[in-house]
């Protein structure tokens, strides 16, 4: 079984930081992209920014410049530095993880964290 635990949501207000994590346990190889999605409420989910197992990333143009995306391919762990959040961020954060396998490709979730910026 392969499991995502995200942390490090929360409440902050607008022009704050958070820094969310999410590890990647269990029967799980070579993984090549590592994300995070975002989903407001009544809206649909979202992709903030993905990064390869090489490297290169890639991000969404509202979080250009305030967001940064990272891994530590030991750790299977993707980490999501946003900074300078407003109040069009809130939503729930979810890692996603893909690779491939055996022949076979793979996709796993996380559960989601909430970030909620208000004053």
């Known amino acids: 079984q392969v499991q995502l635990v995200e942390s490090g949501g929360g409440l902050v207000q607008p022009g704050g930081s958070l820094r969310l994590s999410c590890a990647a346990s269990?029967?799980?190889?070579?993984?090549?992209?590592m994300g995070w999605y975002r989903q407001a409420p009544g809206k649909q989910r979202e992709l903030v920014a993905i990064?390869?197992?090489?490297?290169?990333?890639n991000y969404a143009d509202s979080v250009k410049g305030r967001f940064t995306i990272s891994r530590d391919n030991g750790k299977n762990t993707v980490y999501l530095q946003i900074d300078n959040l407003n109040p069009e961020d809130t939503a729930v954060y979810y890692c996603?993880?893909?690779?491939?396998?055996?022949?076979?490709?793979?996709?796993?979730w996380g559960q989601g964290t909430q970030v909620t910026v208000s004053s």
């Open positions: 996603n993880v893909g690779g491939f396998f055996r022949g076979r490709s793979y996709d796993y």
């Open positions: 269990g029967s799980i190889f070579n993984i090549n992209v």
């Open positions: 990064i390869f197992s090489g490297g290169s990333t």
